[in-house]
């Protein structure tokens, strides 16, 4: 089965050298173990930061290990009981075309519902992200004003819809005049500010004069400070990601506008979606209810190709190549 690698740390964006990729013979299949055939592989910001030797809330891919990733697969053997044959299922088993597992974490998918990306979607961990950071985190009320950025991205576009559908007005924050389009006119969002060739902080103005309820964090940095100028009292910044700072080789000023949080009585709160686990179900549910209503859509950004493209689609991630959910198909 052939593999992808983390050859070496990469400082900056990961480069070529960042990966190997290798081929390697699967083992025999033991009691209770499957074997599955990759079909969609997750690539997700996070990756970036679990390159990184540091402390953080998963521990690093060492060096010379498969890079870590989640993905659907279908199960082509198993001595497991509890999967068959043929079963689509959904974990952690890495940027690999074949994986052997004991089952530990895998979860079976319904294709029923939704084809394979969007379990990698909307609903899978950006949908869950989306959920539970919005309703959970930000404590959302009807008649809210939110405002997202990486707007048009797996996470953002589902929390914006999310919003809508419970009564918000919304305003998404992209990259570049086409994303803002689609979220305006094919996702339902209120309103759309281009970062790339708007002034973030006076659009927000303009378009949220009496000031913003809850801002959805996904990028930090300039866009942080511009929601910070903006927000009305008793505001929640979800702390989402700060994708703009992933391949910093130097750690930045912090918020300058920070002192926002006390003129406005606000608050920020970090959150990581794997504590929301046991309430996917709910998760789940529920968005795939809004699916069938037609009040969310799910996007999917589909790379055809094999695992030896893995880096390079991961960076489309840092640089906008995508809308929606990107995901490597095999
Ligand atoms: P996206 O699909 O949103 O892809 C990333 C997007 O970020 C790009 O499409 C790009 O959109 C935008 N972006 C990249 N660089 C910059 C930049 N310098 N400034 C502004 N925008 C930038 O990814 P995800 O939806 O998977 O992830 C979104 C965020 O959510 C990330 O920060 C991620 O780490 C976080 N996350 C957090 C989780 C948690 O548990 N806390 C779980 C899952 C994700 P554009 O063209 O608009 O620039």
Sequence with gaps: TQQVRLA???????????????????????????????????????????LNDVRSYLPPVGLGEVMRSLDIATVVESTHPDFAVGD??????????????????????????APGPTWLGALGMPGMTAYFGILEVGKLKAGETVVVSAAAGAVGSVVGQIAKANGATV??????????????????????????????????????????????????????????????????????????AYNDEKLRPGPSRYMSLLVFRASMTGFVVFDYADRYPEAVAAIAGWIAEGKLKSREHIVAGGVAQFGETLNMLFSGGNTGKLVLAL
């Design 171 to 244: 305003i998404g924050i992209a990259g570049g005049a086409e994303k803002c389009r689609i979220l305006t006119e094919e996702l339902g969002f209120d309103a759309a500010v281009d970062y790339r060739g708007e002034d973030v902080l006076h659009r927000l103005r303009e378009l949220a004069p009496e000031g913003i309820d809850i801002y959805f964090d996904n990028v930090g940095g300039d866009i942080l400070d511009a929601a910070l100028a903006n927000l009305r009292r008793g505001a929640r910044i979800v702390l989402c990601g700060a994708v703009s």
């Design 88 to 113: 689509a299922v959904s974990g952690t088993f890495g940027v690999t075309e074949y994986a052997v597992s004991d089952g530990k974490g895998v979860t079976k998918i319904d294709l029923g519902v």
């Design 8 to 50: 070496r740390r990469p400082s900056g964006l990961p480069g070529t050298d960042t990966w190997n990729v290798t081929t390697e013979d699967l083992p025999a299949l033991g009691e209770g173990e499957i074997l599955v055939k990759i079909d969609y592989i997750s690539l997700d910001p996070a990756m970036r930061g679990w």
